[in-house]
């Protein structure tokens, strides 16, 4: 029974990981490439959940949904870019801290002015919906199945995009020293604006992936960015396979750990008490986890090299 | 090196001898409000937004001191905020209900947070120490949220204000309110006192250059971590005064956003000046305050009922507004009001 419950909830780790992850690789590109805090990266998570639910509202079909979310979210990254951010690149991180600050005030009231406060629901697509027996007895929902099968296609993806490709090459370029990058004639302007247009399109298909199994409401960026600069830090500043690898472990430790704190610590405590603390520590984890790590490794599991 | 001729000279060590007139008419104002206030009609109404206004000048100014002085971006000060209110809450929940236990207690354990957090954070630079101070941040929202005796997510409600010496003076919001305003004072003095003292200026030292502090033989860390830990036990205290004032205590008093909200006061009000701290902050809740009915006075030109959509959804000015001063008024309040005598 254990073991069962702990492979699912091991898969449902797995699954909030690579969410985390398509989130936090946008983040750390641009955290890496342009030095751009942006805290505005959870908004376009929401954004791209809440263009989802606006098109299969539209269209009546999620595949359609998703294939006008994505354009619409690039499209609504670059224009933050231009309108934005574009202007803050050569700021201190303060300034980038507080005018991102002010955009996240901005859209989170904004969806609630053109779509309500009441959350909105997406139905889960026909074809995936329902469940797969994956062991004897053990039934898990085919459509958390499909978001890891998607998340990890855009890992290989992302993967062979960043380490195989032109593009990929001036990016992990830009990221280990950009002005150098720019002095050799490539035109970091529009490599940033790529770069950013992209990031943005990821968290917005992470909304979208994540928008028929959570409820779409203003705000629901907020928390899951935070976990995301959890794990760029931990993954190191820039770096995509840090990003990955932190992203799993984040969505492990806190999945698993929610569900088995309160038991491991039944083995030293009493069941009461056990369960208390339990509670208490589990959403805790993943910051001692970090500060842990941030304490042996200052710039993370695998830094960038300058 | 051009250097050293290009950084903004904060605030010069003069200001120990010429008396600033700034702060002077501020302080003059916070003193006079509450008799003016009996003229508002809406006494009560005005005391406490004005109390609500100096207990978060007190953390603003907390965070100016190293963020402004020590150019330490401390992303979780709301943390502090917290863990004074939720001293004052659980040490009133089983019976000390006397402010001179509650608040050396208070005040201690914010020292100890910010002493074991800050030790670590300052090991990190840059991003990454905005980033550590986020996520102890928010590790001391996520046990407050799991506090089920103290009413875990909801938060708990306190039975009455905390006493003095027994005595329930506080319960009187005249009285509250000057404890207030003593507490800003108070906290405004020390603040200035450390500021242009040797401590001070190695701080400034080290905000400039920390490795040219280093080489003259000065350990940056010690003075960082002092400045960390005296900012953290002033947030501590407006910590303890919001609790008391709003007679309650619950986990939003520390999210993030709460946080990136002190950084905003700071800011606005300008960087490095401390009584800038304090008008950010002020500015920063009238606005809050204020703005749907500004908004709804200077939108007469339209219908009614766009009025009132347009004063409900006041946030979606609100950003926009941050984003501008982020973006055009550098140097915030204080720098306005510097400017003229620079010209």
């Known amino acids: ?306 | 090196m051009t250097e050293i001729a290009e950084t903004p000279s904060a605030p010069a060590p003069s200001l120990t001898t010429r008396l600033e007139i700034v702060p002077v008419v501020l302080f003059t104002a916070f003193a006079a409000a509450p008799l003016l206030a009996a003229y508002s009609g809406a006494e009560g109404y005005v005391l406490s937004l004005l109390t609500r206004v100096m207990i978060f000048g007190i953390a603003a100014m907390a965070l100016d001191l190293i963020l402004g002085y020590g150019a330490l971006v401390s992303f979780g000060h709301a943390a502090f905020l917290g863990l004074g209110g939720y001293a004052v809450g659980i040490l009133a929940s089983h019976g000390f209900e006397d402010a001179l236990v509650q608040i050396p207690i208070a005040l201690a354990a914010s020292a100890a947070f910010a002493f074991v957090t800050g030790a670590i954070s300052l090991r990190t630079k840059g991003v990454y120490f905005i980033m550590i101070t986020l996520a102890f941040g928010q590790m001391l929202y996520f046990l407050a949220t799991s506090l089920a005796p103290y009413g875990g997510d909801d938060g708990m409600t306190l039975a009455s204000r905390s006493l003095i010496a027994g005595s329930a003076w506080l319960k009187n919001d005249f009285t509250f309110y000057w404890i207030c305003l003593l507490c800003l004072l108070g906290a405004y003095a020390l603040s200035r006192s450390i500021v242009v003292s040797r401590f001070g200026r190695v701080l400034r030292g080290t905000r400039e250059n920390a490795v040219r502090m280093e080489a003259i033989g000065f350990r940056p860390f010690r003075f960082q971590l002092a400045a960390y830990v005296i900012s953290g036990i002033m947030a501590g205290l407006a910590g303890c005064l919001l609790a008391n004032q709003a007679e309650f205590i619950s986990p939003s008093f520390m999210t993030w956003q709460r946080s990136g909200e002190l950084i905003f006061m700071v800011v606005l009000g300008g960087l490095g000046s401390l009584h800038g701290a304090i008008i950010g902050a002020a500015a920063f809740l009238l606005l809050e305050e204020f703005l749907p009915e500004i908004l709804h006075m200077a939108s007469f030109f339209l219908a009614e009922e766009t009025r009132a959509h347009l004063a409900e959804n006041w946030k979606m000015v609100f950003g926009p507004l941050l984003i501008l001063i982020v973006l055009f008024a550098r140097g915030g309040i204080m720098g306005l009001l510097r400017r003229p005598h620079h010209g």
């Not at chain 1, 994956?134 to 890992?155: F, K, Q, S």
């Not at chain 1, 290989?156 to 090459?169: D, E, I, K, S, W």
């Not at chain 1, 604006?193 to 994540?210: E, W």
């Open chain 1, 1 to 306: 029974m254990t073991a069962t419950l702990f492979f699912v909830q091991a898969l449902n780790g797995l699954q909030f990981g690579l969410i985390l992850f398509l989130i936090a690789a946008g983040l750390t590109l641009v955290f890496g490439v342009m030095d751009f805090i942006n805290l505005a990266h959870g908004v376009q998570y929401m954004v791209g959940a809440y263009l989802v639910a606006a098109f299969s509202a539209w269209t009546g079909s999620f595949g359609w949904a998703l294939l006008l979310a994505l354009p619409s979210a690039l499209v609504f990254g670059l224009l933050l870019e231009v309108l934005i951010f574009r202007h803050l690149y050569d700021r201190d991180h303060l300034d980038q801290v507080l005018a991102t600050f002010g955009v996240i005030l901005f859209l989170n009231q904004g969806v609630k002015f053109v779509w309500g406060a009441a959350p909105l629901s997406v139905s889960v697509p026909e074809l995936l919906s329902g469940s797969v027996e994956i062991a004897n007895g053990l039934l898990y929902p085919v459509y958390r199945l499909a978001i890891i099968a998607a998340g990890l296609l855009i890992a290989a993806l992302l993967y062979v995009l960043v380490n195989h490709t032109r593009v990929g090459m001036l990016v992990r370029a830009g990221a280990s020293n950009a002005s150098m990058v720019s002095a050799l004639g490539v035109n970091i302007q529009r490599l940033f604006m790529v770069v950013f247009g992209f990031g943005a399109m990821l968290a917005g298909f992470a909304g979208a992936m994540v928008a028929p199994i959570l409820s779409v409401e203003p705000g629901m960026g907020d928390n899951i960015l935070i976990l995301a600069f959890v794990v760029i830090v931990i993954g190191g500043i820039g770096s995509i396979r840090g990003a990955f690898l932190a992203a799993l472990l984040i969505g492990l430790v806190d999945t698993v750990g929610r569900s088995f704190a309160p038991n491991l610590l039944r083995l030293v405590l009493d069941p009461a008490a056990a369960s208390q603390t339990g509670r208490a520590i589990a959403p805790m984890l993943i910051y001692i986890f970090m500060a842990a790590v941030l304490f042996f490794r200052p710039s993370g599991l695998f830094p960038v090299k300058r």
